[in-house]
């Protein structure tokens, strides 16, 4: 049989490892929830990136689709406009019809005059 001192020692022991216990899972759960949120936030930035990243090509292929349609609209053939970009007739036909139908839903049938790029990236720095 165990005396009174002996098993008020070891129930010291046992609250001393329980509490230390304790303490090393309440830092795990800490650093789990500050991992989680920086998580979550990461996945809300690549959500808006996702977004950011279509928006700006969508911006890009209609500004594509427009001088497609401007270069036909002043007589090119589609034949001919797909041999000098090396696009296939198909998808240059597309861009061209998409763009052309939403001219005409925004009901700008006009031509649209966009500027092209500058052949020299360094001029007007």
């Not at 996702?50 to 034949?79: I, N, T």
Request: proline share 4%; net charge positive; glycine share 4%.
């Amino acid at each position: 049989m165990t005396s009174k001192k002996e098993a008020t020692r070891a129930r010291q022991q046992a609250h001393e490892a329980m509490a230390a216990h304790r303490q090393m899972r309440m830092a795990r759960e800490q650093a789990n929830e500050a991992d989680l949120t920086a998580y979550l936030l990461l996945e809300q930035q690549l959500r808006a990136a996702e977004v950011s990243y279509r928006d700006a090509l969508a911006v890009l292929r209609r500004r594509q689709g427009d001088l497609l349609r401007q270069w036909h609209a002043r007589g090119e053939k589609v034949a001919d406009i797909a041999d000098l970009t090396g696009m296939p007739v198909r998808h240059l036909n597309q861009l061209i019809n998409a763009n052309e139908s939403e001219h005409r839903r925004a009901g700008t049938a006009q031509q649209s005059s966009i500027p092209l790029p500058s052949p020299d990236p360094h001029e007007g720095s």
